[in-house]
Every structure is written in C-alpha cells, then in structure tokens.
C-alpha cells in the first residue's frame, strides 16, 4: 500500500515556475514508477510526466516538454515536478501516481494516487 500527498500547487502568472511535491509513505517508494497527470476542468486527465524507479527513464507528454521536469529521492520518498515557463492553459489539478511496475505513461498502470493539488496560471 502507498500512500500519496501532493503540494506545492498555488497561483502563479504566465511565465512563472512551480514546484511541485508528492511524499509518500511505505518502504517499497523505491520499487514504483512515480507518475504526474493534470486534469482540466472539463477535460480529461493528461499524462504531464514520469519517472522509473531508478530515475533511469523519464518520459513527457507533449504539452510540457522543455518546461517541465520530473525528478525523484528515493531517500526522502518523494517525486517532484519542476514547472517553468506556465501557461494559461497548464491550469489544471495535479495528480501524483504509483505503479508497481519500473517505468510506465499509461494511466490505467498507476494503482495509488494523491488527493491532488491545484496549479493556475493566470495570463
């Protein structure tokens, strides 16, 4: 079982960074492939980033590459994402997931999730 909690989400202006965390509980953090996945009002849930258990293989959707970075410490439990240069339309809930695999994109893989933390963007 693994338990997630997110933060760092808030208001910022166009152009500007966050950072964002997910901690998470258990000792097997280490063995899961942490995921980042943002849904919009209205839309559905969008891949943003992930990362394998090593820190090995890192992959990004479309929309946030060259702005935002997934990273891990596997010593502290915890993945972040490092986002620069927001957009409006980055406005969204963002949600940290584990799988119980090395490294994965597809949503329906992550068994755990956060609660979610809230980024906007005002333009």
């Known amino acids: 079982q693994v338990q997630l909690v997110e933060s760092g989400g808030g208001l910022v202006q166009a152009g500007g960074s966050l950072r964002l965390s997910c901690a998470a509980s258990g000792r097997t953090f280490s063995t899961y492939a942490m995921g980042w996945f943002r849904q919009a009002p209205g839309k559905e849930r969008e891949f943003v980033a992930a990362?394998?258990?090593?820190?090995?293989?890192?992959a990004y959707g479309d929309s946030v590459k060259g702005r935002f970075t997934i990273s891990r410490d596997n010593a502290k439990n915890t993945v972040y994402l490092q986002m620069n240069s927001l957009k409006p339309e980055d406005t969204a809930v963002y949600y940290c997931?584990?799988?119980?695999?090395?490294?994965?994109?597809?949503?329906?893989?992550?068994?755990?999730w956060g609660q979610g933390t809230q980024v906007t963007v005002s333009s």
């Open positions: 990362i394998s258990w090593s820190g090995s293989n890192i």
């Open positions: 997931a584990a799988a119980g695999r090395p490294f994965t994109t597809r949503e329906y893989e992550y068994t755990y």
